[in-house]
């Protein structure tokens, strides 16, 4: 069975992006994203809510054909293009290659995806996330948090959430002081 894994990057203080949707303080560096490339290649999907795919896919389709890109990025572009994406929104008109629309979170259907083979799917998006979690539907958290204090922003855990039971079972300290903390739900 496939899991849902949701892979987001926070601030120290909670926050998934910073104000007016500033996310220039994640620290990617190439050590960061060459594993995000590991991880991102053993997935069978990308679930992403309307504003997270098309930050994505404004710039990754064609991000190898930049003569400014590195080596990193260029192999990540490969992973964007081939990787079958679901676009959970109300508003899109309609998506890019490779995707297909998806408008509300319909917890069957998730589950239903989750039956098929193939490897974990990477949800992506504070608001998406928030839909599943509601609907228990996150079987692991990666949260890359970064060494940096917002202080504004939108938070990535709401208020007002029921708690959730999680158990860690990794660690990781990269380079630039990005931790990696990655929690499972019990099941």
Same mark, same amino acid.
């Given at each position: 069975?496939?899991?849902?894994?949701?892979?987001?990057?926070?601030?120290?203080?909670?926050?998934?992006?910073?104000?007016?949707?500033?996310?220039?303080?994640?620290?990617?560096?190439?050590?960061?994203?060459?594993?995000?490339?590991?991880?991102?290649?053993?997935?069978?999907?990308?679930?992403?809510?309307?504003?997270?795919?098309?930050?994505?896919?404004?710039?990754?389709?064609?991000?190898?054909?930049?003569?400014?890109?590195?080596?990193?990025?260029?192999?990540?572009?490969?992973?964007?293009?081939?990787?079958?994406?679901?676009?959970?929104?109300?508003?899109?008109?309609?998506?890019?290659?490779?995707?297909?629309?998806?408008?509300?979170?319909?917890?069957?259907?998730?589950?239903?995806?989750?039956?098929?083979?193939?490897?974990?799917?990477?949800? +992506? +998006?504070?608001?998406?996330?928030?839909?599943?979690?509601?609907?228990?539907?996150?079987?692991?958290?990666?949260?890359?948090?970064?060494?940096?204090?917002?202080?504004?922003?939108?938070?990535?855990?709401?208020? +007002?959430?029921?708690?959730?039971?999680?158990?860690?079972?990794?660690?990781?300290?990269?380079?630039?002081?990005?931790?990696?903390?990655?929690?499972?739900?019990?099941?």
């Amino acid at each position: 069975m496939r899991r849902v894994v949701a892979q987001m990057a926070v601030s120290l203080d909670g926050y998934f992006e910073g104000p007016d949707g500033d996310i220039s303080w994640h620290l990617v560096d190439e050590e960061l994203h060459d594993h995000f490339n590991r991880q991102l290649a053993t997935m069978s999907a990308f679930l992403f809510g309307r504003v997270t795919y098309e930050l994505m896919e404004q710039y990754w389709p064609a991000a190898d054909q930049d003569p400014d890109s590195s080596p990193t990025e260029a192999e990540f572009a490969g992973i964007w293009r081939g990787m079958p994406k679901v676009v959970y929104s109300s508003s899109l008109a309609a998506p890019g290659p490779n995707a297909t629309l998806v408008r509300e979170v319909v917890p069957d259907e998730v589950r239903a995806l989750q039956a098929q083979p193939g490897g974990d799917m990477v949800l +992506g +998006g504070a608001r998406l996330g928030a839909a599943f979690r509601r609907h228990d539907l996150i079987d692991e958290y990666r949260l890359y948090v970064n060494p940096v204090l917002l202080g504004a922003g939108r938070l990535l855990f709401g208020p +007002g959430e029921k708690p959730t039971d999680l158990r860690l079972v990794e660690t990781r300290t990269f380079g630039n002081g990005v931790v990696l903390l990655r929690h499972e739900r019990p099941r």
